[in-house]
């Protein structure tokens, strides 16, 4: 697990909250920022490891601030645009940014724009591989989860809300957030389909289904 601090510096609401919980999910810390005003002043008291910047903002667009910050930090920024001129393009990576995605994107694409960037800039960096979570061993890249040496068969969602919670271990999450992480934005179900696959989880989990507690009224957490 890397302990890296990424900035969604965005003027809407629903796309920081939007990034912020795919962020979450991946690992990462979060800070987040309305404009480049407001995300100067943080940057100067905490450093991040990754600025996501979009360009059209109020107050400061995304290419001053990139121009003020590079005064005196170097930190590694992507810019997120609705404009995907070329010059928008040219310009943004000539002013120091490392990276331009064009709106609307799937968050894995930025995921992995994310990674290669911090490969290149950031030294101790290295992508998580596995969990480790009590008995059960979560490898991320080939989606298979195993249980005292023994391989579990997960759906694709149960196994992106195990790793999930794997990644946030002693966190609680709301049936919204895990509706909002896993499913996604566009999911039209309710809030019931997670508590259906925390029960089928826990099945497949067999003694290890105590791991993922229910904190009553709010919802779930997996503690080790």
Do not use: C
Request: glycine share 6%; proline share 3%; hydrophobic share 45%.
């Amino acid at each position: 697990m890397n302990d890296l601090t990424v900035m969604i510096i965005d003027d809407e609401d629903t796309m920081r909250s939007l990034l912020k919980t795919f962020l979450v999910k991946a690992g990462y810390k979060v800070l987040e920022a309305a404009n480049g005003i407001d995300a100067l002043m943080i940057i100067n008291k905490t450093a991040p490891d990754l600025l996501i910047v979009d360009v059209m903002m109020p107050f400061m667009d995304g290419f001053t601030f990139t121009e003020e910050l590079r005064k005196k930090y170097s930190i590694p920024l992507i810019f997120l645009s609705a404009k995907g001129e070329e010059w928008d393009k040219i310009h943004g990576l000539k002013l120091g940014g490392d990276d331009y995605i064009i709106k609307p994107f799937h968050p894995g694409e930025l995921l992995a724009r994310m990674e290669s960037v911090l490969r290149r800039t950031n030294k101790s960096f290295q992508p998580a591989a596995q969990l480790i979570a009590g008995e059960l061993s979560l490898d991320l890249q080939s989606y298979k989860v195993k249980m005292n040496n023994n391989e579990l068969s997960l759906t694709l969602k149960e196994f992106e809300l195990l790793s999930l919670l794997a990644k946030n271990k002693g966190k609680v999450f709301s049936r919204e957030q895990l509706l909002l992480s896993v499913w996604g934005a566009d999911y039209s179900g309710s809030e019931r389909t997670v508590d259906t696959h925390i029960k089928t989880l826990r099945l497949k989990l067999k003694e290890n289904a105590v791991l993922i507690k229910t904190v009553w009224g709010i919802g779930y957490k997996l503690e080790v």
